[in-house]
């Protein structure tokens, strides 16, 4: 089509699009800092969807407003809300979705990505499953579906929309990265949050941060300690430096574990008796001639053979100190142990 014959306001759509999302999105340095705008313009809902947790909202998405109220204790119906939705609705009608939408702009951007495009004519009867979303959704599920408090959750932001989770987390990990951590941005929808916990837990990652939609509205972070499974709220404000003190604890607690488990399954032993006990509780310091001989014929009998001598300890014998093993004369402790 040639643009010449375009209406106006068609052909300046993309300007109209980028500034709209920038004015309802505003808030730019909030991304870097890792924190939510919180001030009055939230409570005023803004055409198209643009999720109150993305750090950069100017204002309330009023698809999220309605399920917060439907999902309450207190409220079951907001006329405030329905209400901006029926003047959007008759006022601009789809104009909302080709020139306002951040979501709608967002799509074309990708649209526009050279590759193989296909045909939607098959695809028309999905038109009326916005309805049962809408319905099910944004309606029965956070009125119907509540915890022993009453209150339901936001399914539809929790999880068909993604916008403003996915933009607050990736402004957190950006923070930890910056503060020098290796942080893994996990944002796979293709399995459950029970698995994504579980898979981290068995590949040894120390800490495991979950972040929601209420989360980024409150300004912090679940954390969850891999060494003690202790689970915390953490603000988002400082959160790089705090995360760094953190781990610095889980590292000296997890020394101090270990410490004291090698002490629990250390012994000393100055006869074979001793040794044989010792030696299947863990490691044993005894006393040892220093002969490579007599260290085979121990692991032969014992199974437990040389495992260190450290350089912090005094090692010497006292005079007249017998091997624990073959009775001659000892030369220095020597720590014996199984491996496995």
């Given amino acids: 089509m040639d643009k010449k014959k375009l209406n106006p306001l068609a052909r300046f759509r993309g300007f109209i699009q980028a500034g709209a999302t920038l004015l309802t999105n505003i808030h730019l340095p909030n991304f870097a800092k890792g924190t939510l705008y919180q001030g009055s313009g939230k409570y005023v809902c803004v055409p198209g969807l643009n999720c109150y947790s993305c750090p950069g909202a100017a204002g309330a998405c009023p698809v999220g407003a309605f399920q917060a109220v439907v999902g309450s204790s207190k409220f079951r119906f907001s006329y405030y809300i329905t209400g901006i939705l029926i003047l959007f609705g008759v006022l601009l009608g ?24 296909f045909s939607t004519k098959k695809l028309k009867p999905l038109r009326y499953l916005k309805y049962a979303v809408l319905l099910v959704m944004v309606v029965l599920l956070p009125l119907l579906a509540v915890n022993e408090l009453g209150m339901g959750d936001p399914f539809f932001c929790k999880y068909l929309c993604p916008q403003g989770v996915l933009e607050g987390a990736k402004a957190v990990a950006d923070k930890l990265t910056a503060a020098g951590l290796r942080v893994k941005f996990d944002d796979r929808d293709n399995v459950t949050p029970g698995w994504k916990f579980n898979e981290w837990e068995m590949k040894g990652v120390p800490v495991r941060i979950e972040i929601g939609p209420r989360d980024i509205e409150n300004g912090v972070v ?16 400082g959160i790089g430096e705090n995360l760094v003190k953190l781990m610095a604890d889980i590292h000296q607690t997890m020394y101090d574990m270990a410490l004291e488990h090698r002490k629990a399954h250390t012994t000393h032993a100055e006869n074979f008796g001793d040794f044989m006990d010792g030696v299947k509780k863990g490691f044993v310091k005894a006393p040892w001639c220093a002969d490579p001989d007599c260290e085979m014929e121990i692991k032969c009998v014992t199974g437990a053979s040389t495992r260190c001598k450290p350089m912090d300890e005094d090692t010497t014998v006292k005079p007249g100190c017998k091997c624990v093993f073959c009775n001659r004369e000892a030369k220095t402790m020597m720590y014996f142990a199984r491996a496995y």
């Fill in 94 to 117: 789809r104009f909302i979705c080709g020139f306002l939408c951040p979501f709608g702009w967002f799509q074309e951007l990708l649209h526009k990505i050279p590759s193989p495009k």
């Fill in 222 to 237: 679940t954390v969850v300690r891999r060494d003690t499974l202790e689970k915390f709220t953490m603000p988002i404000q």
